[in-house]
């Protein structure tokens, strides 16, 4: 007959190989996923090349919360661009994010009955995702630049330029468009 003693031996070394199994997956997944993600930053389909630039926070007069028009330009043709030879649609994050913040600015023009949860859901989670992934360390002024004595009212802060990205969607879009009426033209030619 076996021991107590025996049975205890043989499930703790059980659970000894289980761990090691287990720690020895995490591992292989974590230098899997390393790689891959080496391998994407190295076979980026799209890059744009951002100086730093300084940008003074401060309460702008533009982009108010009932002028559509201002906001629509932030985002041209929703942001959308087309890389590869499939001529693959990609939204770029920082213009995605911007149509967000405009989606959120119309709902909260809307009577509360004519609002839609499904957008300002999707926005809401995106922006607070987007925001997590950049994890900016930048500080802030505890007060915000409206209050009195506020600490500093007009902060700098350090930026990437947004200019370039706005210049490289603006080309995408312009090789795409002359993509599309050069195939466009010759598939008419054929008919």
């Excluded at 007069?61 to 028009?69: K, N, P, V």
């Excluded at 932030?74 to 087309?82: C, K, N, Q, S, T």
């Amino acid at each position: 007959m076996v021991s107590k003693r025996t049975v205890e031996n043989v499930f703790i070394g059980i659970a000894i190989v289980v761990l090691a199994l287990n720690a020895t997956f995490k591992l292989v997944a974590r230098a899997a996923v390393w790689r891959a993600q080496r391998r994407a930053d190295e076979n980026t389909l799209w890059s744009v090349d951002r100086k730093e630039v300084a940008l003074e926070i401060d309460s702008w007069t533009r982009y108010r919360l009932d002028s559509a028009q201002e906001w629509a330009p932030l985002f041209p043709e929703g942001g959308v661009i087309h890389l590869g030879p499939e001529r693959t649609p990609y939204t770029v994050s920082m213009m995605h994010q911007l149509r967000c913040l405009d989606v959120l600015r119309d709902q909260l023009n809307r009577p509360k009955s004519e609002r839609s949860e499904q957008p300002t859901r999707h926005c809401l989670n995106y922006l607070r995702q987007s925001l997590y992934c950049r994890a900016d360390l930048q500080l802030d002024p505890y007060q915000y630049p409206h209050k009195v004595n506020a600490l500093h009212p007009h902060a700098i802060r350090r930026c990437k330029d947004w200019r370039a990205v706005y210049a490289k969607v603006e080309e995408n879009q312009r090789e795409y468009a002359s993509w599309l009426e050069a195939v466009g033209n010759s598939t008419v030619a054929r008919q």
